[in-house]
């Protein structure tokens, strides 16, 4: 059984806004494993959309469109829709009823365009929206069927969700699930870890994948199976094989982070953390935050922007400074130490080093984690630039947190 995505709209064909939906629909329709072969752009023009969406009736069984469903004239899909599948448009009273609530609950009054909007493809299967105005619907066709829905991203990923993968299901008799599970690993890069997993990487059912972020490498393991627990029983043992070759590398699964794991660590041992950074800017303390980091855990964050900040932020000597130079290993073990200190938190974490490490003679970046039984260390040369270059340095950093509070 084959899908099609068409996204409908100038504004997407011109790039002023960029196509979300389409990335989401696709991963939700492999869920019920259904191949995707093709995803399609179209402007607000009625040949060409009705062009489109004929050729995808062709050659596909299912397509969903987005877009296109609003009360104005250039929203076509309706009579795009209508005029591929060779029938006419007609005016559904109880939508016009259902629009008009909606805008009543709202302290509107119903405009005559929005009636617009209820004009649905003769014999349509008509998909309720209770989260926007435009109602939806779907067209079967000559055994194939074509859906409709609002290009508003929320309003398309509810209506996916709670009427579109039920309806597909049913439909087509899909007992196929596909399941996934991405194992989450740092401080081993992705080649390393390819090295390690290279039979594993030409299973066929489940697959196993790699894929690279900044200081991370991700393996998904996929099954299909009949049924969810199916699913889960393939995929167990071969995540059960990636923890033993992969040991502490792996640092959490699915949608754990890094910091979420390094902040869950501490609150669980009713410990604090401090942190001071350079380099990253402030990055570091705003990860571990925003990872939910318990306002007691994550104790404070220094951010000094240049050399001459770490000394009075610090309470450290300016000739002390000076004598370690910057960046060093000594000053970010005394940041370390300081700002563990002046917080009173268990541990203090630094990174010191240079504010742009891409620069070709730019020294190391230096890491620092002062903790109750003394100094761990470390440092990076990677000089990367950019987001994705102070990604790095927060993974590895985060790291050594990690590391030292599972002992
Ligand atoms: P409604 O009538 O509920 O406004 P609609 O079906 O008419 O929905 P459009 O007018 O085509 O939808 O798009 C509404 C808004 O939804 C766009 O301005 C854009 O912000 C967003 N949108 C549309 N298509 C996409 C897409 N493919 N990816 C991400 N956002 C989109």
Same mark, same amino acid.
């Given at each position: 059984l084959q899908a099609e995505i068409v996204t409908i709209g100038t504004e997407l064909l011109l790039g002023e806004i960029l196509d979300t939906n389409s990335a989401w629909i696709a991963q939700r329709l492999m869920t019920i494993g259904l191949n995707l072969f093709y995803t399609t752009t179209v402007g607000d023009n009625m040949p060409r959309m009705t062009q489109v969406l004929r050729q995808a009736l062709e050659r596909s069984e299912v397509v969903i469109t987005t877009g296109? =469903? &609003?009360?104005?004239? *250039? *929203?076509m899909t309706r009579d795009a829709v209508a005029a591929a599948t060779h029938r006419d448009l007609y005016l559904d009273e109880d939508l016009v009823r259902e629009i008009a609530a909606y805008f009543g609950r709202r302290g509107f009054t119903m405009t005559d365009n929005n009636k617009v909007q209820a004009r649905i493809p003769r014999g349509a299967r008509i998909i309720h929206n209770p989260v926007g105005t435009a109602p939806c619907f779907a067209v079967e066709f000559e055994g194939r069927v074509i859906i409709s829905l609002p290009g508003v991203p929320h309003e398309m990923r509810h209506l996916m969700e709670t009427e579109v993968l039920p309806y597909l299901r049913a439909h087509f008799g899909l007992t196929n699930v596909i399941k996934s599970r991405t194992i989450r690993t740092c401080g081993i890069g992705e080649s390393a870890v390819g090295a390690q997993i290279e039979d594993l990487?030409? =299973?066929?059912?489940p697959t196993v994948g790699t894929r690279a972020h900044p200081g991370q490498t991700d393996l998904k393991i996929t099954a299909k199976a009949e049924s969810e627990a199916a699913a889960m029983a393939l995929i167990a043992p071969i995540e059960a094989d990636l923890r033993r070759r992969l040991g502490d590398f792996i640092f959490g699964v *699915?949608?754990?982070?890094l910091s979420g794991v390094v902040a869950r660590l501490l609150a669980e041992r009713g410990q604090t953390l401090a942190t001071v950074e350079t380099t990253t800017r402030g990055e570091l303390a705003n990860q571990l935050a925003e990872a939910g980091l318990k306002v007691e855990a994550l104790l404070g964050g220094v951010t000094v922007?240049?050399?001459? &900040?770490l000394a009075p932020a610090l309470g450290l000597a300016p000739a002390d400074v000076t004598a370690w130079g910057f960046p060093s290993q000594a000053l970010a073990d005394a940041a370390a130490q300081a700002v563990r200190a002046r917080l009173g938190a268990d541990y203090g974490l630094a990174v010191i080093g240079p504010f742009d490490p891409a620069k070709p003679d730019a020294p190391p970046v230096y890491f620092s984690l002062a903790t109750p039984q003394g100094l761990v260390q470390g440092e990076s040369r990677q000089g990367r630039a950019g987001p994705s270059g102070r990604g790095w340095l927060i993974h590895l950093a985060s790291d050594m947190v990690r590391r030292q509070l599972l002992g």
């Open positions: 296109g =469903l &609003g009360p104005t004239v *250039d *929203d990487m030409g =299973l066929s059912n *699915d949608e754990q982070t922007a240049s050399e001459a &900040g």
